[in-house]
């Protein structure tokens, strides 16, 4: 399978704990980003990379969230000190620079 | 004001009917323009781009309007099939998504 792939796909913790995500992206994808999505509403952006290169950050992200993406190629997503709060699906995607977005099927979090 | 705003719906319609959805940004240099499906528990799905001249891929068409800010897609003849939510994408520098439309087309 060459798509983009996620892991791991669903993951239960309490508050307070740290998570990390990975998001392996199509090989050729210069591009690569991370959204969250709760029921009912659409991607919302939380960063993206170019290459290795974070080059935008959501206002909307606290410190408590960072992702890297070392060597250009795969990414990671961790989330400090959980709240109930951050319970939802994170996206990752991957393009050739600002063209179609390929969708990994995400990783679902519930923080209990 | 939200980057980008749809109306988030429900649009329910019978099948064989035209619907349309809009999508306004706040960001005039935004460069690149999509619309998106998503079925239920699914990721997005590149649906298709909008071009500045507007274009067609089948009953689908979409269209851009720059001085108003805004983009449109127009389902004809709706499907069953096409019953999902529709998410408008829109790249200054990075892709944000609206909050996305529902649609239920009913036999």
């Known amino acids: 399978d060459t798509g983009v792939s996620q892991d791991p796909r669903h993951k239960i913790t309490k508050r307070g704990q740290n998570v990390t995500f990975r998001c392996d992206p199509i090989?050729?994808?210069?591009?690569l980003y991370w959204y969250r999505q709760t029921l009912g509403q659409g991607p919302e952006f939380l960063t993206y990379f170019q290459n290795e290169a974070q080059l935008e950050k959501s206002r909307l992200l606290s410190d408590r969230f960072s992702a890297e993406r070392p060597k250009g190629s795969f990414s990671t997503l961790e989330i400090q000190r959980t709240e109930q709060g951050d319970s939802a699906m994170y996206l990752c995607?991957?393009?050739?620079?600002?063209?179609?977005?390929?969708f990994g099927e995400g990783s679902r979090l519930t923080v209990l | 004001r939200k980057e980008v705003e749809q109306d988030p719906g429900p649009f329910n319609v019978p099948e064989g009917a035209t619907v349309a959805f809009n999508c306004t940004y706040s960001n005039s240099a935004s460069q690149s323009f999509f619309w998106y499906r998503q079925d239920c528990r699914k990721e997005p799905k590149l649906l298709m781009s909008?071009?500045?001249s507007g274009n067609e891929d089948g009953r689908f068409t979409a269209q851009l309007n720059r001085a108003s800010q805004y983009i449109s897609l127009l389902i004809r003849d709706s499907k069953l099939s096409d019953s999902a939510t529709y998410l408008c994408v829109v790249n200054p520098n990075d892709m944000r998504f609206g909050a996305g439309t529902r649609l239920t087309v009913k036999p």
């Open positions: 995607a991957s393009s050739i620079a600002a063209l179609e977005l390929f």
């Open positions: 909008v071009y500045s």
């Open positions: 090989s050729e994808h210069n591009r």
